[in-house]
């Protein structure tokens, strides 16, 4: 018998991150992921838990920060405007060291733009979309199942480098119904919270959250310590998938729900006799670079496929090093890429048709 059941994409993000262990959530309602913190209403409080809708997002993150700050698992969740307004939030957040889970279903922009999917907040979550030296880890299922097979992982990631994590999510993950499996997954090995805000009992020194730093050579210090950890963060952690590219003349490029339409496109061309492979990051940052400088070796061109005007190709061309061509193709605005059209594009980098 099957455990699996069939859940909105949002829904099972929210189960899955109550699975994890969060019981704070704090948020503020906007499409294409609503869902979320309507099913962390119903759910919260029957696990003992606390959901608030707050009054905006600028105080849905700072709640985050306070529930931090004292050590609990605490998520939020919105789509991109919502996103840019909790940006200050983050940085607060970064530079007190804290760990969350914000969760970002995207929609096109920019500006309050539509409600349809959309990959154009790439540059925001992946190169910091609010002010400071810092980095997020920055996690992109292409599967309802994906995401919640990393929400447990997102959660110990950000307690263990003690730093946010961002899903990074579009209004189809959000909104498609797929079987899931709420798996029993072993988490991390973690350190007691030792830092945390919980009261002194009499029994240790306080304990300060803070990100203000007056004297320039105890927050360069900081500043330095916290890159140290991101180089952990890039040696331990990078997550990615390769199909088909051992052979490959055109890399396809694709994170996401657009990668699982690359995938089709991959397999289209492949059954017309072109040699196409597929390269998925699943951490955005920090970002695969070793997968790419692997298939530059024997590619002969890639080409990035985004819902957007052209964001992670540059990462993309940075990690091939200009040893090969990197060629782009996108739709943006909440407009989806087509398998056929994607074919078309591989055509014309391997010369017409076969």
């Known amino acids: 018998m099957s455990d699996k059941v069939l859940m909105k994409g949002n829904e099972a993000i929210a189960e899955a991150a109550i699975k994890a262990g969060c019981r704070y959530f704090f948020g503020y309602p906007i499409t294409p ?11 919260m409080p029957k696990v003992d838990g606390v959901y608030l809708q707050a009054e905006s997002e600028v105080a849905a993150i700072n709640m985050v920060y306070g529930a931090a700050g004292a050590g609990a698992r605490v998520m939020t969740s919105s789509s991109s405007p919502g996103i840019s307004l909790k940006q200050e939030g983050i940085s607060y957040i970064i530079g007190s060291d804290l760990p969350c889970v914000i969760v970002n279903i995207v929609r096109g922009g920019p500006g309050l733009g539509g409600i349809q999917p959309a990959q154009s907040d790439y540059f925001q979550a992946v190169k910091g979309g609010a002010h400071g030296d810092y980095n997020t880890v920055v996690l992109a299922p292409s599967t309802v199942q994906e995401a919640v097979d990393l929400m447990t992982d997102a959660f110990d990631i950000a307690d263990m480098y003690r730093m946010p994590v961002m899903v990074l999510g579009d209004g189809m993950l959000g909104q498609m119904m797929e079987p899931v499996e709420f798996k029993a997954q072993k988490g991390r090995d973690l350190k007691p919270k030792d830092w945390a805000t919980t009261g002194t009992q009499n029994q240790r020194s306080k304990n300060v959250v803070n990100s203000l730093f007056i004297d320039p050579q105890v927050l360069e ?10 180089k952990l ?13 051992d052979d490959a003349d055109v890399v396809l490029v694709a994170y996401g729900t657009t990668a699982r339409i690359a995938k089709t496109a991959m397999k289209s061309a492949r059954a017309e006799g072109y040699k196409v492979g597929l390269i998925r990051p699943i951490t955005l940052w920090p970002f695969p670079v070793e997968a790419f400088q692997k298939a530059a070796k024997t590619a002969k061109a890639f080409l990035t496929v985004e819902m957007s005007m052209g964001q992670m190709v540059e990462d993309v061309r940075l990690a091939v090093n200009g040893e090969k061509p990197v060629h782009f193709y996108g739709r943006t605005g909440g407009m989806v890429p087509t398998p056929a059209a994607i074919v078309e594009e591989i055509k014309k980098l391997s010369g017409g048709e076969k």
């Open 33 to 43: 992921q609503n869902e979320i913190p309507a099913y962390m209403s119903k759910r």
């Open 233 to 245: 963060i890039e040696q331990n952690e990078v997550k990615y998938e390769m199909t088909d590219c």
């Open 221 to 230: 210090k900081l500043n330095f310590e916290r890159y140290e950890r991101y």
